[in-house]
């Protein structure tokens, strides 16, 4: 089972209810937490029962986290990767936007019709 999945199965042990968006919410907390204790007040201070049972939760969650972080190293350089060629492709639409403008259909017009009697003048 994925670890977000028993995050959303745990959620559902301790609050009744759980959807993705709720777990994803949960891991980013648990990810900005600097302890378990931490995490688990967070948790409570959220609405999670507080007690045992969230301090269970925060405990396996906080540890499930720390060991997905040492495995997923190199697939934060490549996301650091995807980040920095997603913002030179932004930069370069901006550059783009700025430095080229649309022309607008009467001055297409306008202009083939100068260029039109510059030939019938040869």
Known sequence: MEWREWVEDELHGLLGYSERALGD??????RQSRSVHDLAQRLAGQGLPDGGKTLAFATELYSKLQSHAG??????SELSDYKRKEREAAEMAKKNATQYSLVEDDDVGEHRSEHSGNNSSR
Do not use: F, G, L, P
Not at 25 to 30: K, L, S
């Open 71 to 76: 495995t997923s190293r190199s697939r934060d």
């Open 25 to 30: 919410y949960v891991i980013a907390v648990a």
